[in-house]
């Protein structure tokens, strides 16, 4: 079974400063991806940033980078220049690369950017 | 290139009413999923397609949650008899498969059981 465990339920930033969001994960599939998304108010997920499990390098994609440690099992999700519009809920997923390739999601951690 | 639809956006029915959602995926994409998400919570996988094949089911979808993808393309979900208890947000997503993993999720239809 996968698990992923976000502890930060809120996290309140300063406009223009980077801000580290957490996730550690659990699973016992040799190959998986890990994944981030953003659900604004308006209750839409979007998808920012993937991670495969034998990539060597870590993701970036413009202003969001996912910082994989594989041994300490954790993929936390680094943003730079915080804006306003960063300002939504925050979750980490994870999903084998087999099979369904079905999503487990974190509870998600609510981010608010304060001018 | 649109991106996934959901229809309706919010459903309002009283207990024991059956209700059905309809979810077109980004055209092309041959895996469509269905996620339930409630409040404060991450969403959770409900039931996968590939194509029309109805691959995998959550524990979660009782015998009250039907869910069909008959050409390949759309998929409705339908609930009956429906429970306060099935007031969430129902998601869907599509991806192409392949090496390609992340999913694309719809608005969402609300749906509120009174």
């Known amino acids: 079974a996968q698990k992923i465990t976000q502890t930060q339920p809120g996290m309140f930033v300063q406009e223009k400063e980077a801000v580290t969001l957490d996730c550690t994960y659990d699973?016992?599939?040799?190959?998986?991806?890990l994944f981030w998304y953003k659900q604004p108010s308006s209750g839409e997920m979007i998808f920012l940033i993937y991670q495969g499990s034998y990539d060597q390098q870590n993701a970036t994609e413009g202003r969001y980078s996912l910082n994989f440690q594989k041994a300490r099992k954790s993929a936390n999700l680094v943003i730079s220049a915080s804006q306003l519009g960063d300002s939504a809920m925050y979750f980490c997923a994870m999903s084998p690369v087999q099979g369904a390739q079905k999503l487990v999601f974190g509870q998600g951690t609510r981010l608010t950017i304060n001018p | 290139d649109t991106g996934v639809s959901q229809d309706p956006r919010h459903k309002i029915t009283k207990r024991g009413q059956n209700v059905t959602f309809r979810c077109d995926p980004i055209?092309?994409?041959?895996?469509l999923y269905w996620y339930r998400q409630t409040l404060g919570q991450g969403p959770e996988f409900l039931t996968y397609?590939?194509?029309?094949?109805?691959?995998?089911k959550s524990r979660l979808l009782s015998d009250r949650f039907s869910a069909e993808r008959p050409k390949g393309s759309f998929s409705t979900l339908e609930i009956q008899r429906t429970e306060q208890g099935d007031s969430a947000m129902y998601l869907c997503?599509?991806?192409?498969?392949?090496?390609?993993?992340?999913?694309?999720f719809g608005p969402g239809t609300r749906l509120t059981v009174t």
């Open positions: 055209s092309e994409h041959n895996r």
């Open positions: 397609f590939q194509n029309e094949a109805q691959l995998e």
């Open positions: 699973t016992s599939d040799p190959s998986y991806g």
């Open positions: 997503a599509s991806s192409p498969g392949g090496t390609t993993y992340e999913q694309y």
